[in-house]
């Protein structure tokens, strides 16, 4: 009898099964791998996005300090690994010509000796022969800053004094000074805020500080940073005699002097004091020097003749030699101040006094620039201004600072300057 064969299916071999998974162990590590890989180059390129826009402000900040300190001493070379926020930054200032330097800044984060991100940034700056840099909104000297209920300024700060009260700064606030005396206090500042102290307050950005107590801050915070430094003020009492010798270059007149109806002066020098009626105007041609205090009454108001084109105008109360009493400005109610309707045609309002009372801002007042590098501008209800550079400085409720970003490089008619600005279409930047 014939017998069927008997069919025998083979089992799978081991090492074949061995080698399908070696085979899928590997795609799933290659993947995994490229993978992680992904994760941490995109992580890598995201810190270095951040530090490479830290380090861009870091330069960018140490021409700012570059042509802040040129203001204040020509002989400024620059400065190498100043600690500042997330970094440091080293500026190089070398002469091109007697006139023009150039100004290399490099900002490091997070340190100078293993940087993540370095900027370069390179500009060339000149003597602007009527060019007067307003930096800030507000900047402030020794006598510091005290903001009533509802105060604003709507822009950057800075002070070498301590910062109080309730009001609220929209942009940026920095309070130079190592003593623990140094404060910012009370204030809502939107921006980033800079003191040795902050006490009480409310940043809705980065926060520098050396202590703190009492503040919420929406950004980062930086325990342990260094002080500020001061800065110079924007216009050196050279500048002021300059002024001053063009106004009388325009003719003196004998005063006390009263504008009457609607006037034009300028340049011209009144030697004594000034007092612009209720109701009347002042068109300033040119630079008006006051030997003596200035009023303006109610209702009464200060503009620019269309003559200065673009260029603003100035008012200046100074009596040499007798500062701590003469030299006063009185803004009455109501009255008001404006350009001639072309950009840059601010007037400004400059007293030398150096008393509580050197620019007296009253109710519902507004004017563009006030300047009292040697005393207290105060600014009552509901008074404005465009910018403020006093020695100390007073917001009464409701009083505010809209700063206009134009005032970085403002010019006068009539009047010579002689700040270190930066020539434009000169910046650059390396990457």
């Not at 009527?130 to 903001?147: D, E, I, P, R």
């Not at 910062?163 to 910012?184: F, R, W």
């Not at 050196?236 to 007149?253: L, P, R």
Request: net charge negative.
């Amino acid at each position: 009898m014939l017998m069927r064969p008997h069919l025998h299916t083979p089992e799978p071999r081991s090492g074949y099964i061995l080698l399908l998974a070696l085979v899928f162990l590997g795609i799933f590590s290659a993947v995994s791998v490229a993978y992680l890989s992904f994760i941490t180059a995109s992580a890598r390129s995201a810190r270095y996005g951040v530090a490479s826009a830290q380090a861009l402000a870091l330069a960018e900040g140490g021409v700012d300090e570059a042509i802040s300190q040129l203001n204040e001493n020509g002989g400024y070379t620059g400065e190498t690994h100043t600690v500042s926020g997330a970094g440091a930054f080293t500026v190089i200032v070398s002469n091109v010509n007697t006139n023009t330097k150039n100004i290399t800044a490099t900002g490091f984060v997070p340190n100078v000796t293993n940087p993540e991100a370095t900027k370069t940034v390179s500009v060339l700056v000149d003597i602007n022969s009527s060019l007067v840099s307003f930096h800030y909104g507000v900047q402030v000297g020794a006598g510091g800053v005290s903001m009533n209920n509802g105060s604003e300024i709507i822009g950057n700060l800075f002070s070498d004094g301590n910062i109080s009260g309730s009001g609220t700064i929209t942009g940026d606030a920095t309070v130079a000074g190592a003593s623990p005396e140094t404060s910012l206090s009370g204030i809502t500042v939107n921006g980033t805020a800079w003191a040795h102290s902050l006490l009480n307050c409310t940043v809705g950005g980065d926060a520098y500080y050396a202590s703190i107590s009492g503040c919420t801050v929406g950004g980062t915070s930086y325990p342990g940073s260094a002080d500020p430094q001061a800065a110079a003020m924007p216009i050196s009492n050279t500048q002021i005699s300059s002024w001053e010798v063009t106004a009388a270059d325009g003719g003196v007149t004998t005063g006390p002097y009263t504008v009457s109806g609607s006037q034009t002066l300028g340049p011209q020098e009144i030697d004594g004091n000034l007092t612009v009626g209720i109701g009347s105007t002042l068109t300033l041609s040119g630079v008006v020097w006051v030997k003596g205090n200035v009023t303006f009454d109610n209702n009464s108001a200060l503009t620019v003749s269309p003559t200065t084109g673009n260029e603003g105008a100035i008012i200046i109360a100074d009596d040499p030699g007798s500062e701590a009493t003469e030299g006063t400005v009185t803004l009455a109610n109501n009255m008001s101040v404006s350009g001639n309707g072309s950009a840059g045609s601010y007037p400004m309002i400059l007293s030398t006094n150096s008393g509580p009372t050197a620019i007296a801002v009253n109710n519902n007042s507004s004017s563009v620039i006030l300047y009292a590098s040697n005393g207290t501008v105060s600014v009552s209800n509901n008074g404005g201004a465009n910018e403020i550079t006093a020695y100390r400085l007073s917001l009464g409720n409701n009083a505010t600072v809209t700063y206009i970003s134009g005032l970085q490089s403002q010019s006068f008619s009539n009047g010579p300057g002689g700040s270190w600005a930066v020539i434009p279409h000169t910046y650059a930047t390396s990457y």
